[in-house]
């Protein structure tokens, strides 16, 4: 009984690491969609900024102007729209390989919760 729970503990731990690759998943691939738009259109660009509480702010980017990527630790770098997309795609690929591999191994939990539970 005490393996199981153990092992039941572990997939909660991952289910919840699971969530959270899926929310930066999701974030990643807005960030990379907006950052390539910025990076193949020319001029400027009305959008609907969102600064926190569901609440926008209409601006105008220029295109060719400096996009700031967070690396980590509270630091950010800028880059020119192209050079961040790049970024974000490897950091894209980067949680996928992290997904799939949290995937593998909450299949390997549940079906070891499985074989002690008969």
């Excluded at 991952?14 to 999701?26: G, Y």
């Amino acid at each position: 009984m005490a393996q199981f729970d153990l092992v039941q503990r572990q997939l909660a731990r991952v289910d919840r690491q699971l969530q959270a690759l899926e929310q930066a998943l999701m974030e990643s691939q807005q960030a990379l969609a907006t950052v390539r738009h910025l990076a193949e259109s020319a001029g400027k660009q009305e959008m609907l900024l969102p600064i926190g509480g569901g609440v926008h702010v209409r601006a105008t980017l220029d295109a060719g102007a400096a996009v700031l990527l967070p690396i980590g630790a509270g630091y950010s770098t800028d880059g020119k729209a192209a050079d961040v997309a790049a970024a974000l795609e490897a950091r894209l690929k980067s949680i996928q390989s992290q997904f799939a591999a949290a995937s593998e191994e909450a299949t390997r939990l549940t079906e070891t919760a499985s074989a002690i539970n008969e």
